[in-house]
């Protein structure tokens, strides 16, 4: 999966979190599961970005 379609599936998490908890609590079963899935997405986010920032960091020091 390529940055931009990660951060679109972020937002859209995002913004499913955001309108669960307008009408669930925090802490219902629901807006935990989405807050984890959103959490796995950053998770998966962050490794991208940090795996493609060494690969460059590599490749400049050649």
Known sequence: M???NL???IEQCREEMILLSC???FSSE???KCSEKLDSLLNAYHKLENGTLSNNLSLKRK
Do not use: M
Request: charged share 25%; no cysteine.
């Open 2 to 4: 390529d940055n931009s």
């Open 7 to 9: 951060l679109k599936k």
């Open 23 to 25: 009408s669930h609590s």
């Open 30 to 32: 629901i807006v935990i």
